[in-house]
């Protein structure tokens, strides 16, 4: 029998006291997509960084194809066979696409880069995905999909890997983009490469993998084909239980709380127009590019307006002037951004600080933060938001994505805002966190507050929104229940020219 391409037995790593893999193992052959399940803070980051050579493990062993196989950087990973593909590909968007695939490992003639030679090299790796990109595209011109596509390409140039490990690709494209990446990662391994795929999203994984193997605590407790698997079964997989079946009722609208009239930015959203009322939960959704990133920070200050209006209607209105993203905080609104790393969180700070941080005058004391009110409101949020930290001291950057997305809404919550404006909030969580945060979000509108919900994911929207609209082209479409629409009849709409 052939051995496998790589296989990880009882592998173990621990970050001081925090024990982030206990006996994790792994078994995954050439041609096939094996998926790497498990919640966030299951050990899933780890294992893959200990087979990129990025972390040294405390134990356990490592094989490529049946040889002992133990990196000591992730150059020594690549050459020995192993491509990383990171969740979001850090592509140079001011040099070309070929210049971008062969980045760090150009060809050179007579101390020179050789341009031809790096083009075939582009070429080819781009042919084995089937794409048919202009290797002298810039790369800001390239489309999400095609950046994430760019970066898979940029893992296969030069020597082809025996191992390619593909991490959250489809986490931030749309339902069209997606289906790009997934079809290029099957026909990677239909090519005989060993795909080894992490994605939150159990349909994709589904369709996309051969086998899978699930992570929960550090520890590996699944190992088996998907044949005959069902979303059912990843879920309680995954969970440890069941999902019991959503049954709620719309939640009775109240007043009126944040009304956009008309509203245009520098290019998005275009003469934009909705009413958020008190105690729902609304949707926005539409294809990328569509403009709803665009209207959420337009509406919250962050990008300029053109023209039209954002009228805040809360008891808090009066408390400050103008569109910046100060005043709409005094104002009682609050923004948690799609972009949690760059925009929605300061990693490096702790996690009570990242709690606080809008409203510091509650934790403060003759104009200082007061440690000991800090860590008290902290650790109550922490509590409430089952949010997983050792300590509300440790830096946020430690926490895993869904722990670090709880605590951007955890923001929102100490700063007791009336709008909650969120963009993509489950974007790269697992699913047991994904379901803490729809009903944490339910709970807030239960309480009075007003959410404007942004996602590509439809299920999503239909899961946790009382009504939805959808963007097209910069605008605004009417608002529609969901009581009663499936999936398939929003993505008509949202198609629909």
Not at 141 to 152: F, K, N, T
Not at 263 to 290: K, N, T
Request: charge should be neutral; hydrophobic fraction near 45%; charged fraction near 20%.
């Amino acid at each position: 029998m052939t051995a496998p391409a790589l296989t990880a037995t009882s592998i173990k790593k621990s970050f001081g006291p925090t024990v982030a893999l206990e006996g994790a193992s792994l078994t995954a052959f050439a041609g096939e997509v094996h998926a790497l399940l498990g919640e966030n803070g299951a050990g899933k980051s780890t294992l893959l960084g200990i087979i990129a050579g990025l972390i040294e493990p405390d134990g356990g062993t490592l094989e490529l194809g049946g040889a002992p196989y133990a990196p000591g950087s992730p150059v020594d990973a690549r050459e020995a066979g192993i491509a990383f593909v990171p969740q979001e590909p850090t592509l140079a968007l001011h040099l070309d696409v070929t210049e971008n695939v062969v980045l760090g490992r150009e060809p050179s003639r007579f101390g020179f880069v050789d341009r031809r030679a790096s083009e075939a090299i582009a070429r080819a790796a781009l042919a084995r995905l089937g794409l048919s990109l202009d290797p002298r595209a810039p790369g800001a011109s390239l489309s999400p999909a095609e950046r994430q596509l760019v970066g898979i390409a940029r893992a296969l140039a030069g020597a082809t890997p025996r191992v390619v490990v593909v991490d959250e690709p489809t986490s931030s494209l749309a339902h069209a983009e997606a289906e790009r990446v997934l079809s290029a990662v099957s026909d990677l391994a239909r090519s005989g490469v060993c795909v080894l795929y992490v994605s939150h999203h159990l349909e994709e994984i589904l369709r996309v993998a051969q086998r899978y193997t699930v992570l929960r605590d550090g520890r590996t407790v699944q190992a088996a084909s998907m044949e005959g698997t069902t979303l059912a079964d990843l879920t309680k997989l995954l969970l440890g239980h069941e999902v019991a079946p959503v049954s709620r009722e719309e939640t009775a609208r109240g007043e009126t709380v944040l009304e956009v009239k008309n509203l245009s930015g520098a290019r998005l959203p275009r003469s934009a127009s909705l009413v958020l009322h008190r105690g729902e939960v609304l949707g926005v959704a539409g294809l990328v590019g569509s403009g709803r990133t665009e209207l959420l920070r337009a509406i919250f200050g962050l990008d300029p307006v053109v023209s039209g209006e954002v009228l805040v209607k809360t008891s808090r209105a009066g408390a400050s002037r103008g569109g910046s993203p100060a005043a709409r905080i005094a104002q009682g609104v609050g923004m948690a951004s799609e972009d949690r790393k760059e925009e929605g969180l300061v990693l490096g700070m702790p996690i009570a600080d990242n709690l606080t941080l809008s409203a510091l005058g509650s934790v403060s004391q003759g104009g200082f933060v007061s440690p000991g009110k800090q860590r008290e409101v902290a650790e109550a949020l922490v509590g409430r938001l089952s949010i997983r930290a050792a300590s509300t001291e440790l830096p946020t950057s430690t926490l895993s994505g869904g722990n670090q997305q709880k605590v951007a809404l955890g923001r929102l919550v100490h700063q007791d805002a009336d709008v909650l404006l969120l963009d993509e909030p489950t974007r790269g969580i697992d699913i047991k966190s994904r379901e803490q945060i729809y009903d944490i979000v339910r709970a807030l509108a239960a309480r009075g507050k007003a959410v404007l919900w942004v996602s590509s994911q439809l299920p999503e929207l239909l899961r946790v929104c009382d009504r939805v609209v959808v963007m097209k082209k910069g605008a605004v479409g009417a608002p529609f229940p969901v009581s009663g629409l499936t999936e398939h009849r929003l993505l008509e709409k949202i198609s629909e020219e």
